[in-house]
């Protein structure tokens, strides 16, 4: 019997894939996939578990569809994801209104999942997290005029602070004439602006040869009908001068790189099992520099990590103001349980949260700066439609990725449709985010 479910993605874009094949595999199966909660025989929760604070997002999520539940406003509930693979379990435990729990080898079992939590049993599946990753086919959630393209899934590099390698297994590529067609399939569908993502892409194929294949997988894809391709999560020490080369000589790569650095102190990184040092990264950065001009860097920060005192942390802020990295997500060391890290000395959380703040403040100061150079300037902009609130249309340029990064908000005498790429010039800035007008429409 066909059942309405209810999708919620919590999370990363890597999880957001696993939710879109969940839907697919749903739909495939005879399932309708329902908008709201209200209403739906099930409602399926993805989680993330990455964080502490993750996980109570999660929670807020299954609360609520408790209380519908409850209301009799939706029959059963599942839940997903690498918070399930972290807690197992616990979750039911803790939340007894959750029918049925699936880890993170476990999406492709959703149907059966759906079935059996709708014929009263409570399902736990927790598959293989070291097997191949699953070719599932996708419902596309994002906007028509992108979409994640994940090439690989787990991580290898244990990371002291992490717990993705226990929560996703090892890294594990997709075969490369998987991803590209899948690729395809995507450029068939319209997609404009194709994002690149995996836990660390810079390995992808080292778990078949030991060679780096991501060059060979750039340049596969740039031969397809795609406007911008873009690329999250290079784990620097993993960046040839051949993927470097790549970078710098396709046009359809944006050239904007999410590079996570996490710390820059030499004995931060080492205890934190990060290969490279201080001097490694700086002469990395130096050389993308100059090898792909107008290069926007995005990374992540960890402050008060085991072994940051406050000479570790002005280190720290000297460094960002020297490199003066544009985007940076910050976020105050949290001890994740089951990590070698969280059991080494720290400083309390709150001073870590101190030391975030400032952090923020060094880079919102950076932005300006960049805010400020960009007046004048006309930028290509993948217009993302009309937003009622500040009554102008929005976009993107090269320098913003969506959802992390923030939007230009532009004027138009015509109506530039949404999913084609305009040209805007900058004149101003709100909120901290660039305004401009529209110059001349292209065609997408
Ligand atoms: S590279 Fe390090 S921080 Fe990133 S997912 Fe892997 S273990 Fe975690």
Redesign the pocket.
Known sequence: MPYKIHFIPLGCAKNVVNCEQMMNLCREAGHTLADAPEGADVAVINTCGFLSSASEEAIQHILRMAELKAAGRLKKILVTGCMTQRYGEDVPAEMPEVDGILGTGSYKDIVSAVEDVMAGKHPRYFGDIDAPVDEFGRVLTTPPWYAYLRIAEG?????A?????KL?GKYRSRPMDKVVEEARELAARGVKELIVVA??ITRYGTDWDGEHHLADLLEELCKLDFHWIRLH?L?PDQMDDRLIDVIAREPKILKYLDI?L?HCNDGILKKM??RGDKAYIEALLDKLRERIPGLVLRTSIITGLPGEGEAEFEELCQFLWDQRLLRAGVFPYSPEEGTPAAKMERVDTEEAERRAELVVDIQSRIMDEWNEEMQGEILEVLCEGFDGQSMSYVGRSWAESPDIDGRIYFTADGEPEAGSFVRVRITGVMDGELTGELVEEENG
């Open positions: 991580c290898g590099n244990w990371c602070f992490c717990i993705i390698p996703r836990q660390d999560y784990y996570p996490q099992n990060r």
